[in-house]
């Protein structure tokens, strides 16, 4: 069982920076890939971005790539997510998610899911 908490939302203006912060619980936190989805209001969840155990392998949503970086402390047991270049359309609620082993870009192969943490951005 894994539990997790994001930190880091707020509002900020476009153009602007946030690092989001998602602590995991339990000793086996270097055994789950770990993703970060969105749900901006009235659309569905979408894949943000993934990262491998050893955080050696991530993935990307072509809207973000190259503006947000995802990383991995694994003696913090803690994920991050670096979004630089912020625009009104990353506009959301962020979620942490976890799974064993291997990466993901679907959601519904995560099996751990944060209370998500809301980011706005103004225009």
């Known amino acids: 069982q894994v539990q997790l908490e994001e930190s880091g939302g707020g509002l900020v203006q476009a153009g602007g920076s946030l690092r989001l912060s998602c602590a995991a619980s339990?000793?086996?936190?270097?055994?789950?890939?770990m993703g970060w989805f969105r749900q901006a209001p009235g659309k569905e969840r979408e894949f943000v971005a993934a990262?491998?155990?050893?955080?050696?392998?991530?993935s990307y949503a072509d809207s973000v790539k190259g503006r947000f970086t995802i990383s991995r402390d694994n003696a913090k047991n803690t994920v991050y997510l670096q979004m630089n270049s912020l625009k009104p359309e990353d506009t959301a609620v962020y979620y942490c998610?976890?799974?064993?082993?291997?990466?993901?870009?679907?959601?519904?192969?995560?099996?751990?899911w944060g209370q998500g943490t809301r980011i706005t951005v103004s225009s």
């Open positions: 998610t976890a799974r064993r082993f291997l990466v993901s870009r679907v959601e519904g192969a995560y099996d751990y």
């Open positions: 339990g000793r086996t936190f270097s055994t789950y890939a």
């Open positions: 990262i491998s155990m050893s955080g050696d392998t991530t």
